[in-house]
């Protein structure tokens, strides 16, 4: 009788064991959270040979040719044989899209960019030697210009150390962006 009721109570622990240890060794499902599996939207800036430079907000995933798209489109002088439409932009990405026209290594003179044929020097594709040859622009002056690209306007200069509000008036008439 002893030995009955000893075997009724071991098999009653090793059920209990049984059970308990399948409780705590079963897969357990986490929820993931609602927006886990969705993707932030991305923030990007086009800027270049397109008809309106500036940041836009796209989804996630999209490729360059959403951005110009968002952008625009763009200008007649866009080179888009050197940009790839397919490619995966991520957050914080800047599409630049190239000029066709090449421009020579050679400084322009400034009667040349603004009394010949009217054209402004674009400081987003200009040179160092090209931006030193505006007036009051030196080489330390001229590498920050460079340091500090892209450019869409002349607030955008503005934040670079050295040009202030006399400068910027002396640049406008001869840059672009």
Known sequence: MVAKRELVITTGLLAILGGASYFALKPTEIPAPQNALQRQAIRVAVAGEIKKPGVYTLPWGARTEAAITAA????ANAELSLINPAQILTDG???RIPSKTIENNSAPSLSQNTLGNGERINLNTASQSQIENLPGVG?????RILDARPYSSLKD???VK?????MLKKLAPLVRF
């Open 157 to 159: 200069l503005d934040a």
């Open 139 to 143: 080489p330390k002056l001229a590498k």
């Open 72 to 75: 625009g489109g763009t200008t």
């Open 93 to 95: 990405d800047q599409v």
């Open 162 to 166: 050295g040009i202030g509000p006399s």
